[in-house]
């Protein structure tokens, strides 16, 4: 007797999906983007000079509010009690189709736009994570959406979220909490990237806190003695941390900053503080890490003779995967076809492989092939996951650097501001617009991506990690 293999129904759903492919509106949507460009590219480049870190995106916000206003979106400034976070917002009625952008910088990546690495001001922040790029792109996709729903091309709802703090303390968390995504059928996200792919893989959940450390000052020579050393506690706690990495599954990984261990060296301590990160595949995974590494806090404090208290900063889900909206999205992406470069491009992507120390393979304008979601997937950590609990959402990534560039540094800033950078923000932008053409107009393939949405959450109810009260806007670098 054969063994009956159970298949889930998005995995044998795609024909009927892409018979429907609206040919002409999805034209007129990568015109709309390419008529844009200019000023999609000059709003892009205002991000990357201001490099703006979490909840202090200022010029950010109000760079891409202005240009949504301008294109007769309804903006709701300052939600979930943040003054960078907004919603755009233009049409009525079902579907309501929701797109995310970011545009927040990371702190130290200043870099002027060259290929080897020159801060344009020193301790500067950079947008090392190509956000400038990020916010553009989808406000010119919900932009190119609106124009059809004002010509009553497309019926329904767009809206655009400018979600501040993704790299730091996860703005989108308390944009969830304020039930902001609640109404959204299904959402749109891209992120920049080396490569170009319909992107259906988790990430992994993650939580953050601090535990500070509260001891005894005293003379360092005369009379130690008399000390109760928080240094020596954050000193004993890294050691627990790292004595535990050999006992955790290969899908977890924990990081810590120690930020504070004394100013002086002639004086015991009376106060540490240490940033502990704890990430696993799985949020059930990470939550077992988590407790257990908030235990090893207090004997810790019992080797040390000290007090000590931990404070949750934020914590944020995995990504739930969607195969029916990720597939859709890989045949926009094939439409699109590869992004090209000229030899000019070619050779400054070779310098800043040259400067990091990689393999001199140019760029990759290619869609990656078809992968479906992977158990363990590695990588990173995004607040995208806790929207992904809330609503489907789909996700691409669009090549904006040098393939194999180093993230998160100053050869992604250089880049951003780029032809290079800015050919990877038109390319997402319309593939982001042509995958919203589909779902406005596809009413089947909305219930397909809702039931792979539903099948995949289980019974899960969602509840985000995040502290009572507004988030940290007074934080320090």
């Known amino acids: 007797m054969k063994k009956l293999i159970y298949i889930p129904l998005w995995v044998l759903w795609t024909q009927y999906a892409f018979s429907q492919n609206n040919d002409d509106l999805k034209f007129l949507v990568m015109t709309d983007v390419e008529n ?75 870099q002027k736009q060259v290929p080897y690495k020159s801060p344009l001001v020193e301790g500067g922040s950079g947008h090392g994570c190509g956000h400038n790029i990020f916010g553009t792109a989808s406000l010119g996709a919900a932009v190119a959406l609106k124009n059809l729903i004002e010509q009553n091309k497309l019926q329904g709802t767009i809206k655009f979220f400018g979600a501040p703090a993704e790299e730091i303390y996860f703005g989108k968390l308390w944009m969830a909490r304020a039930g902001l995504f609640d109404d959204l059928d299904v959402c749109l996200d891209w992120h920049p990237s080396y490569t170009t792919k319909a992107d259906v893989q988790s990430s992994l959940a993650l939580v953050d806190f601090t535990v500070e450390f509260y001891g005894q000052a005293a003379h360092a020579a005369s009379d130690p003695w008399n000390g109760r050393s928080a240094s020596d506690a954050v000193e004993l706690y890294a050691h627990g941390i790292n004595a535990l990495r050999e006992h955790v599954k290969p899908t977890v990984r924990i990081h810590y900053h120690i930020q504070d261990a004394g100013s002086v060296v002639n004086v015991v301590p009376d106060y540490s503080k240490i940033w502990v990160r704890v990430r696993d595949s799985k949020r059930t995974g990470m939550k077992v890490v988590y407790q257990r590494v908030q235990e090893m806090v207090e004997g810790a404090a019992i080797l040390a003779n000290v007090d000590y208290k931990v404070s949750l900063i934020s914590g944020i889900h995995e990504l739930l995967p969607n195969v029916v909206g990720g597939k859709v999205m890989h045949e926009n992406l094939k439409t699109l076809g590869e992004i090209t470069y000229t030899e000019e491009e070619i050779a400054f992507a070779h310098d800043i492989q040259r400067a990091t120390d990689i393999p001199l393979t140019g760029m990759d304008g290619t869609l990656e092939p078809w992968e479906y979601p992977r158990e363990d997937p590695g990588g990173g950590s995004t607040d995208v996951g806790d929207v992904s609990f809330i609503v489907p959402v789909i996700r691409m990534t669009a090549t904006i650097a040098p393939y194999g560039t180093p993230w998160h540094s100053w050869a992604v800033v250089a880049s951003g501001a780029s032809s290079i950078g800015h050919k990877g923000l038109v390319h997402a932008s319309k593939a982001l617009a042509m995958t919203g053409v589909d779902l406005f107009t596809n009413e089947s393939l909305r219930k397909e991506i809702i039931a792979e949405f539903k099948e995949r959450k289980g019974d899960y109810v969602y509840e985000g990690l995040v502290p009572d009260g507004p988030p940290p806007l007074d934080y320090q670098d």
Not at 42 to 49: F, G, L, R, T
Request: charged fraction near 25%; hydrophobic fraction near 45%; glycine fraction near 10%.
């Open 36 to 110: 844009q460009k200019e000023d999609l590219i000059e709003v892009s480049d205002k991000i990357w000079k201001a490099a703006e870190v979490a909840f202090r995106e200022t010029v950010s916000a109000a760079t891409l509010i202005e240009y949504a206003k301008k294109n007769g979106f309804t903006v709701e400034e300052g939600v979930a009690q943040t003054p960078t976070a907004f919603v755009a917002t233009y049409g009525s009625g079902r579907p309501v189709i929701g797109i995310l952008g970011e545009f927040d910088a990371l702190p130290g990546l200043s």
